[in-house]
């Protein structure tokens, strides 16, 4: 029988606790992986509440940028301001390059491959670490970088254990690091959070 937890259920559950505590209206914020666009949909619905919010919206795949776009239009609570919402589609190595540094408030990731997706269209250890270090250098003071990490598949692995060798060496004077993960759930998703110093 799969029991209920009031506190956090799942490894979204997590994230999303943490970035509400961090985005508010009128921020930008970037979906590195928008996939069906069910975390892009939490962050407009949080950040697009006033008239200057913005979020960019990025993956590999146009079919997910597809998905997301259905998914936010049929959203009541976002009409009249989709045009705050920048849909790009390519690697997160790259990000636009008309955002300036200090300017954004979360990056987001939820690392792998699209549910009921091409599983061969995962995200990869070595470009995702290259977004990981333009992300370090586009957050604000006190903004957030989050990395959801599913080592239960090889690529999935390899990643979560390079993204946090990376995050580990980490200046902490500049950043707080942390990572957080179910123990009694084996391969279980885990959160790893990045906040810059202020
Ligand atoms: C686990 S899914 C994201 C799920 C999404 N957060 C949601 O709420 O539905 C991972 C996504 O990363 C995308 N992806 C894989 N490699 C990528 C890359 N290099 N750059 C951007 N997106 C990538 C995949 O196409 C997939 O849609």
Same mark, same amino acid.
């Given at each position: 029988?799969?029991? %209920?937890? !009031?506190?956090? +259920?799942?490894?979204?559950?997590?994230?999303?606790? @943490?970035? =509400?505590?961090?985005? !508010? &209206?009128?921020?930008?914020?970037?979906? &590195?992986?928008?996939?069906?666009?069910?975390?892009?949909?939490?962050?407009?619905?949080?950040?697009?509440?006033? #008239?200057?919010?913005?979020?960019? !919206?990025?993956?590999?795949?146009? +079919?997910?940028?597809?998905? /997301?776009?259905?998914?936010?239009?049929?959203?009541?609570?976002?009409?009249?301001?989709?045009?705050?919402?920048?849909?790009?589609?390519?690697?997160?190595?790259?990000?636009? =390059?008309?955002?300036?540094?200090? $300017?954004?408030?979360?990056?987001?990731?939820?690392?792998? @491959?699209?549910?009921?997706?091409?599983?061969?269209?995962?995200?990869?250890?070595? #470009? /995702?670490?290259?977004?990981? =270090? &333009?992300?370090?250098?586009?957050?604000?003071? $006190?903004?957030?970088?989050?990395?959801?990490?599913?080592?239960?598949?090889? $690529?999935?692995?390899?990643? *979560?254990?390079?993204?946090?060798?990376?995050?580990?060496?980490?200046?902490?004077?500049?950043?707080?690091?942390?990572?957080?993960?179910?123990?009694?759930?084996? *391969?279980?998703?885990?959160?790893?959070?990045? %906040?810059?110093?202020?």
């Amino acid at each position: 029988m799969n029991r %209920q937890f !009031a506190l956090f +259920q799942s490894h979204l559950d997590f994230a999303h606790t @943490y970035w =509400k505590q961090i985005i !508010a &209206a009128g921020d930008t914020v970037i979906d &590195a992986t928008c996939g069906n666009g069910h975390d892009t949909l939490f962050l407009a619905q949080i950040v697009l509440t006033d #008239t200057s919010g913005v979020v960019i !919206a990025c993956d590999l795949q146009k +079919q997910a940028l597809d998905n /997301t776009e259905k998914r936010l239009r049929e959203s009541n609570l976002l009409s009249g301001k989709l045009e705050r919402v920048r849909f790009v589609q390519g690697c997160h190595s790259t990000f636009p =390059k008309d955002l300036k540094s200090g $300017e954004v408030k979360l990056i987001v990731y939820n690392l792998g @491959y699209l549910p009921k997706g091409d599983k061969a269209k995962t995200t990869l250890t070595e #470009t /995702t670490l290259d977004s990981l =270090k &333009a992300a370090t250098e586009l957050v604000v003071s $006190e903004g957030i970088i989050s990395v959801t990490c599913y080592p239960g598949h090889s $690529e999935g692995k390899r990643e *979560e254990e390079a993204v946090l060798q990376w995050a580990s060496g980490l200046d902490p004077r500049f950043w707080s690091s942390s990572h957080h993960q179910w123990v009694n759930r084996e *391969e279980s998703p885990s959160l790893l959070l990045l %906040q810059k110093g202020c």
